[in-house]
T-cell receptor, first 108, second 113 residues
């Protein structure tokens, strides 16, 4: 069993829809990261959080430490949000343990 | 400020050859980590360097090695290339104070034929 599990693996949405991607982990962590990877490979770090909730524009990330679960929400989704979203956890080092990613496609 | 720069962007090598990839971190970032991404295994941690010392290592064979220079630039080397080494190699840099908050480069796509 992977230490970091994401769901769903694939997600399609119509422009404007509210999107939720889930991440569960089984190890103790110091922080959880949400990353975005566009075709071509470059990765952008969206959030790093260790408790509570963070918001950046249309993106919201939450984490529940007791339940070892995090969610990434996208409000008013747009085709440019189409990407692979990756959850990763770190344990007091720069070694990240990654989930398998969620491929999101938003259609106009 | 300039981001994390990886060179080259694309590389084709034949089995048995060796390859060196380069990563220039963000100015002021002293920690550099390397990751391998393949369709089958996803993203996996290779190693981390800080102040020219390897601080952390993933589960990869000894053919994978790296080093860091005094200006924090890092290189990774893969010797005796195998077809399965074909992957996107990503590096990420961070400050030591804010470990885990990494900035990624665009990656080097290595194809072994």
């Amino acid at each position: 069993k992977n230490e970091v599990e994401q769901s769903p693996q694939n997600l399609t949405a119509q422009e404007g829809e509210f999107i939720t991607i889930n991440c569960s982990y089984s190890v103790g962590i110091s922080a959880l990261h949400w990353l975005q990877q566009h075709p071509g490979g470059g990765i952008v770090s969206l959030f790093m959080l260790s408790s509570g909730k963070k918001k950046h524009g249309r993106l919201i990330a939450t984490i529940n430490i007791q339940e070892k679960h995090s969610s990434l929400h996208i409000t008013a989704s747009h085709p440019r949000d189409s990407a692979v979203y990756i959850c990763a956890v770190s344990r007091n080092t720069d070694k990240l343990i990654f989930g398998t990613g969620t491929r999101l496609q938003v259609f106009p | 400020k300039a981001g994390v720069t990886q060179t080259p962007r694309y590389l084709i090598k034949t089995r048995g050859q060796q390859v060196t990839l380069s990563c220039s971190p963000i100015s002021g970032h002293r920690s550099v980590s390397w990751y391998q991404q393949t369709p089958g295994q996803g993203l996996q941690f290779l190693f981390e360097y800080f102040s020219e010392t390897q601080r952390n290592k993933g589960n990869f064979p000894g053919r994978f090695s790296g080093r860091q220079f005094s200006n924090s630039r890092s290189e990774m080397n893969v010797s005796t290339l195998e077809l399965g080494d074909s992957a996107l190699y990503l590096c990420a840099s961070s400050t030591d104070r804010d470990r885990g908050s990494s900035t990624f480069g665009s990656g080097t796509r290595l194809t072994v034929v």
